[in-house]
């Protein structure tokens, strides 16, 4: 009789690496359904004008800050 090949430490290496990414995946997928379940939010109607500005120029001046500016068409819109 042939002696029995032991598994190589790289193949069992690669094959916890599948499981742990086969295993997160599903992890990963059940969250995306349970956030899917959320509640959706009411839609404001007749805000006033003011204070949306504001928080419409806070975002432009972060968004700049951090180095990602919003292109002109977008501050225009």
Known sequence: ??????ARPTMIHKRFVIQAALLSAL???SLI????DAPR?????NAELQPLVA???R??????YLGTP??????SA
């Open 1 to 6: 009789m042939k002696p029995e090949k032991k």
């Open 27 to 29: 992890q990963g997928m």
């Open 33 to 36: 359904v349970a956030a899917g």
């Open 41 to 45: 939010l009411p839609i404001v109607r």
């Open 55 to 57: 928080q419409v120029r």
């Open 59 to 64: 975002v432009i001046e972060a968004t700049d």
């Open 70 to 75: 919003l292109t002109s068409i977008a501050c």
